[in-house]
């Protein structure tokens, strides 16, 4: 696809309005040096977000000398975004004001049994009333929805959800038609969210190349490219778990051997801490992962070794992504991450130089982030943000009259 006009323009409004949220309020000089455009280019767009009531100006501030400085904020009064992280065991709804501050948040458990849209998209509903009647005089800019598995992005489809058995689900469709929504749905997975959300609200920020690892029971990578998302030709870009490690290892439960997520999703590493002779089980993942970490900062050998064995596995697939992308940063999060991060980063850093180039790694940043609030929901809703720019062509809207 060429670039455009209009895909620079609305990168740069991407670009300013997420200064604006980290670092409110503040004025149109300062917003030019923070995101290295012209003031006259700052100036224009901050014009059309005005007009569009996403900023607003809430003062002045001395210059040292010459006219005040307008100060510019997110409009906290305008219009909200609705985030929603699908798991196969919880549905997690939140909300947030144009600064991204929270304004309600629930989840809910699902049954074991609950695997169907139908039954999802129940929950969905119920999150959906609860934002009518909490927050009923606001307006909704946009819903953004992360599904777990492959999503057509452009259809609002859920291409294939590995563990509910789905197959082209029209999800958008069947979530408008039950909800009469009359607002934009906005579907990715969970790489792709957790990935939007750095680049608008963590260590992603003003980031050029990321790669943001996802550590959970699946594990996976979202790309950040020229400080967008990159999806890819069919939005599959990021199935790093499922590249291939050892030619003739573990079987994946996506039916191939030796990819990584056989090592390093949460089913792995308690494999390999039970055949060290650790008390893990299966079937309780975040329970014995809790137990693991507690061993390992017991100093327990099995603890240690499994940690030795499962950072030198992340260590070959992290240099693999890392001599093709040459991040900038690499950030690793996920429950797995939240839990071992402590206990991984140091053995990786350790062993990522015996794999990766050393130009490759010259200039990478390496951060573990422990996630206080949930990013996958969080960047659903900068989704739907970034959805409510585009859809009404803040770009281009001042060169047309
Ligand atoms: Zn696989």
């Given at each position: 696809?060429?670039?455009?006009?209009?895909?620079?323009?609305?990168?740069?409004?991407?670009?300013?309005?997420?200064?604006?949220?980290?670092?409110?309020?503040?004025?149109?000089?300062?917003?030019?040096?923070?995101?290295?455009?012209?003031?006259?280019?700052?100036?224009?767009?901050?014009?059309?977000?005005i007009e569009l009531g996403v900023v607003v100006e809430v003062g002045h501030e001395d210059s040292g000398g010459g006219r005040p400085r307008a100060l510019?904020?997110?409009?906290?009064?305008?219009?909200i975004l609705v985030g929603i992280d699908v798991t196969t065991t919880y549905v997690q709804l939140e909300v947030y004001d144009l600064t991204l501050a929270p304004l309600l948040q629930r989840e809910d458990q699902l049954d074991i049994n609950e695997t169907t849209p139908e039954q999802i998209i129940g929950h969905i509903d119920s999150g959906m009333k609860a934002v009518h009647e909490q927050l009923g005089g606001r307006e909704v800019l946009g819903v953004g929805v992360s599904l777990p598995g492959q999503v057509d992005v452009a259809g609002g489809v859920s291409v294939f959800a590995p563990n509910w058995n789905w197959h082209d689900v029209p999800f958008s469709g069947l979530?408008?038609?039950r909800l009469s929504l009359d607002v934009p749905i906005y579907l990715d997975n969970s790489l792709k969210t957790a990935a939007v959300g750095e680049l608008w609200f963590g260590d992603g920020r003003g980031v050029e190349r990321l790669a943001v690892v996802v550590l959970g029971t699946g594990v996976g990578v979202g790309l950040a490219v020229d400080g967008k998302l990159y999806r890819g030709a069919t939005n599959s870009a990021g199935e790093w778990g499922h590249t291939t490690i050892?030619?003739?290892?573990?079987?994946?439960?996506?039916?191939?051997?030796?990819?990584?997520?056989?090592?390093?999703?949460?089913?792995?590493?308690?494999?390999?801490?039970?055949?060290f002779g650790g008390d893990a089980d299966v079937e309780a993942q975040t329970e014995s992962m809790t137990a693991l970490a507690a061993a390992w900062k017991a100093g327990e050998e099995a603890a240690l070794?499994?940690?030795?064995?499962?950072?030198?596995?992340?260590?070959?697939?992290?240099?693999?992504?890392?001599?093709?992308?040459?991040?900038?940063?690499?950030?690793?999060?996920?429950?797995?991450?939240?839990?071992?991060?402590?206990?991984?980063l140091p053995e990786l850093e350790r062993s990522l130089p015996e794999h990766g180039m050393e130009a490759t790694l010259?200039?990478?940043?390496?951060?573990?982030?422990?996630?206080?609030?949930?990013?996958?929901s969080l960047g659903a809703a900068a989704l739907a943000l970034e959805g409510h720019l585009t859809r009404i062509n803040t770009v281009g809207a001042r060169s047309r009259r």
């Open positions: 696809m060429k670039s455009t006009s209009r895909d620079i323009r609305i990168r740069n409004c991407f670009s300013v309005l997420r200064h604006l949220i980290a670092d409110t309020p503040t004025s149109r000089q300062l917003l030019a040096r923070e995101t290295d455009l012209s003031v006259a280019t700052v100036s224009n767009l901050v014009s059309d977000l510019l904020a997110p409009n906290a009064d305008g219009g979530i408008e038609e050892h030619s003739d290892g573990r079987r994946c439960r996506c039916g191939r051997k030796g990819c990584i997520e056989a090592y390093i999703g949460a089913p792995g590493i308690l494999r390999r801490w039970s055949e070794r499994t940690v030795e064995d499962v950072a030198g596995e992340l260590a070959v697939g992290m240099a693999n992504l890392v001599n093709i992308l040459n991040p900038d940063l690499v950030v690793v999060i996920g429950w797995v991450a939240d839990l071992l991060g402590e206990a991984l010259k200039a990478l940043q390496l951060k573990v982030n422990h996630q206080p609030r949930n990013m996958v």
